[in-house]
Structures are given as structure tokens and as C-alpha cells.
T-cell receptor, first 118, second 112 residues
Framework: GAVVSQHPSWVICKSGTSVKIECRSL??????MFWYRQFPKQSLMLMAT?????????EQGVEKDKFLINHASLTLSTLTVTSAHPEDSSFYICSAPNRQGGLNTEAFFGQGTRLTVV | AQSVSQHNHHVILSEAASLELGCNYS??????LFWYVQYPGQHLQLLLK??????LVKGIKGFEAEFIKSKFSFNLRKPSVQWSDTAEYFCAVNTNAGKSTFGDGTTLTVKP
């Protein structure tokens, strides 16, 4: 199957600094990627849709100025958490869809990035 | 908009017991359904998926799921659970653009 690589796997940063997370589709192209956040013992919640060559689409309640998304190429999307605070500590997961034929689309997930803000 | 409902929040079983986790979805488009497992502190792993065809889908680790269109359900089953199946289980529905909506998850605890 298709592979999505996310980097870093974990990061600890100081409050007020920014952190960049990369999501790469290794063996297929993705004009769209998705970013999710998962708090402890909770489900994955969609944060935003990353669109290659255009602005990201953010879900209601997600601050676009805080979570900067750049989809620079057909295989790379980045999420930058700006001016991070302890409440931003979470597990961030990206996915890239790959068509399996017809209208069938499977989302391939990265390994996730565990962000801890101290 | 699509939604997914998982009825069981926490299930506790003894080893060798049978498992069934409920999942109901709401989506008006082409249905792509998935079950994922997440072991403590780890990333999501795909257990099985349904696109079309045979409504009984077999996945990895002995899991299977049945798509019942009339009930909008995609329940996960395993005849005999093992201690190593202790994990969080998520049901998800995709749009044909690949956007995933997840259920709240079910925590499965298998007692040895």
C-alpha cells in the first residue's frame, strides 16, 4: 500500500516557540492532505485540509494563524504550530488520500507527531 | 456531513471471548468504511476496509466486519480475543475525497 511519512515522531518545545511538522507521501502524489489532532483518550478530530497550490481549509474553531499549513508540492505538506502553548500539546496526525479505483479512496496515515509544550 | 457513532466506549473481555464492536455511520455519498486499531502510545493501524462487493470483510489479526447497508452499520468482530488485542479501536468513514470522520473510539481491555 501507499506510504505516508510524518516527521518528527515526537518533539518537545518551550512555550512560545514554533514547531514544524512534515507530512510526505512517499510513493504517490497527493493534491490534498488532511491534518488531525488527537488529545489523550479521545478520537481524531480534523483540523484542516491542505491543498497543493492554494490555501488550506480550516475546520470551525481551528485558528489558521496558529496552525500554519503549507502544501508546497504534490508530496509534502507542513503544519507549523506557532507560538506554542502547553494546551497545544497533542498528537498530530496527517493523512493523504489515494484513489483505489472508481470512487474508492483510502486515506493513508502518517505515524503521528507527539508534541509536548513545556 | 458524515458522522460515525461507536456505541461501546469501553469493553472488557476475558481472553478467548468473542468480540463485537458496534459502528453506525451517516453519510449520503459513496461509502468507504474502515476500522483502525491504536495500541497505547502508538499510531493508527488499518485493520480492515470496505469499499464495495462482499459485505463481509476480513482483515488482519483475525478481525472481520460486516457492512449492513440497511442498518448503516459496519460492526467489527473477532471470534476469540487475545490479551494483545487490548487497544483503542476506531471506526471511520471516508468521503471520496479521502476526508476521514472517526467515531469516538472503543477501548478494549482483554484480561489474561
Amino acid at each position: 500500500g501507499a506510504v505516508v511519512s510524518q516527521h518528527p515522531s515526537w518533539v518537545i518545545c518551550k512555550s512560545g516557540t514554533s514547531v514544524k511538522i512534515e507530512c510526505r507521501s512517499l510513493d504517490f502524489q497527493a493534491t490534498t492532505m488532511f491534518w488531525y489532532r488527537q488529545f489523550p483518550k479521545q478520537s481524531l478530530m480534523l483540523m484542516a485540509t491542505s491543498n497543493e497550490g492554494s490555501k488550506a481549509t480550516y475546520e470551525q474553531g481551528v485558528e489558521k494563524d496558529k496552525f500554519l499549513i503549507n502544501h508546497a508540492s504534490l508530496t509534502l505538506s507542513t503544519l507549523t504550530v506557532t507560538s506554542a502553548h502547553p494546551e497545544d500539546s497533542s498528537f498530530y496526525i496527517c493523512s493523504a488520500p489515494n484513489r483505489q479505483g472508481g470512487l474508492n479512496t483510502e486515506a493513508f496515515f502518517g505515524q503521528g507527531t507527539r508534541l509536548t509544550v513545556v | 456531513a458524515q458522522s460515525v457513532s461507536q456505541h461501546n466506549h469501553h469493553v472488557i473481555l476475558s481472553e478467548a471471548a468473542s468480540l463485537e464492536l458496534g459502528c453506525n455511520y451517516s453519510y449520503g455519498g459513496t461509502v468507504n468504511l474502515f476500522w483502525y486499531v491504536q495500541y497505547p502510545g502508538q499510531h493508527l493501524q488499518l485493520l480492515l476496509k470496505y469499499f464495495s462487493g462482499d459485505p463481509l470483510v476480513k482483515g488482519i489479526k483475525g478481525f472481520e466486519a460486516e457492512f449492513i447497508k440497511s442498518k448503516f452499520s459496519f460492526n467489527l468482530r473477532k471470534p476469540s480475543v487475545q490479551w494483545s488485542d487490548t487497544a483503542e479501536y476506531f471506526c471511520a468513514v471516508n468521503t471520496n475525497a479521502g476526508k476521514s470522520t472517526f467515531g469516538d473510539g472503543t477501548t478494549l481491555t482483554v484480561k489474561p
